[in-house]
C-alpha cells in the first residue's frame, strides 16, 4: 500500500459525459501528479500540483483540468468524454517538488 | 526532443537467472532516474533510484547502472523470481522540466518456473 488513495476504482460512462476522479496524497506529501495510462501505452504525465500551486503541466486535453485542495487532495475533471478518453488514471504524490512518486492504485475509466 | 525509451518491450528468463531490462534515455540534462515496477491490475511501485553523479546502485536483489556518455540505464535483477513479473518503467527528470518524471514505454518480464 503506498498511502495514495483514488477513487473511484473504475468507472463506465458515455461519450460526451464529465467525470471527477480524486486523490488523496500519502500524508505529508506536498506534491500530487496524474498521469494517463492507455492500452499497451506508457505512462503520460498530464499535471503536477505543488502544496496547491500548478507546478508543471504535460499533454493534458482542454477537455481535463485538476486542481488541488487546501487540504492537498486532488481531482481530475475529465469533459466531454470520448472513447480514446479510456484509459487508467494514476495519481502519485511525493513529499518534494522532485523525487520518487508514490503512485495509487488508479482508476479505470471506460467510456462508452 | 526528450524522450526514454526501452531497447525490448518484452523480456522472458528462466526462474533463477539473472535478469537485464534496458533503457535509454535522449536528454543530457536529466538528473535523477527511477525504476518502477507494475504489476497487472496495480500502480507503479518504486524499485530503485539514481542520481546522474552516480553511476551504479544495488538494493535488495537489483542493480541499477547508468552510462551518462551513452546515455543508457540498465536495471539488473539477480536471482529472478516468478513474482518479479511485470512491466518494469524507467522514468527520467529533466530539472528545467519542473518535477513530473518522463516515463518510458515500459519492458514486460515474463519469469519461466
Known amino acids: 500500500d503506498s498511502g495514495v488513495t483514488q477513487t473511484p476504482k473504475h468507472l463506465i460512462t458515455a461519450t460526451g459525459q464529465r467525470v471527477t476522479l480524486r486523490c488523496s496524497p500519502r500524508?505529508?506529501?506536498?506534491?500530487v501528479y496524474w498521469y494517463q495510462q492507455s492500452l499497451d501505452q506508457g505512462l503520460q504525465f498530464l499535471i503536477q500540483?505543488?502544496?496547491?500551486?500548478?507546478?508543471a503541466k504535460g499533454n493534458i486535453l482542454e477537455r481535463f483540468s485538476a486542481q488541488q485542495f487546501p487540504d492537498l487532495h486532488s481531482e481530475l475533471n475529465l469533459s466531454s468524454l470520448e472513447l480514446g478518453d479510456s484509459a487508467l488514471y494514476f495519481c502519485?504524490?511525493?513529499?518534494?517538488?522532485?523525487?520518487?512518486?508514490?503512485f495509487g492504485e488508479g482508476s479505470r475509466l471506460t467510456v462508452l | 526532443g526528450e524522450s526514454v525509451g526501452l531497447h525490448l518491450p518484452t523480456l522472458s528468463v528462466q526462474e533463477g537467472d539473472n535478469s537485464i531490462i534496458n533503457c535509454a534515455y535522449s536528454?543530457?540534462?536529466?538528473?535523477?532516474f527511477i525504476w518502477y515496477k507494475q504489476e497487472s491490475g496495480k500502480g507503479p511501485q518504486f524499485i530503485i533510484d539514481i542520481r546522474s553523479n552516480m553511476d551504479k546502485r544495488q538494493g535488495q536483489r537489483v542493480t541499477v547502472l547508468l552510462n551518462k556518455t551513452v546515455k543508457h540505464l540498465s536495471l539488473q535483477i539477480a536471482a529472478t523470481q516468478p513474482g518479479d513479473s511485470a512491466v518494469y518503467f524507467c522514468a527520467e527528470n529533466i530539472p528545467s522540466q519542473g518535477g513530473k518524471l518522463i516515463f518510458g514505454q515500459g519492458t514486460e518480464l515474463s519469469v519461466k518456473p
Open positions: 536528454n543530457s540534462a536529466s538528473d535523477y
Open positions: 502519485a504524490s511525493s513529499v518534494r517538488v522532485t523525487g520518487e512518486l508514490f
Open positions: 500524508s505529508g506529501d506536498l506534491s
Open positions: 500540483y505543488y502544496n496547491g500551486e500548478e507546478r
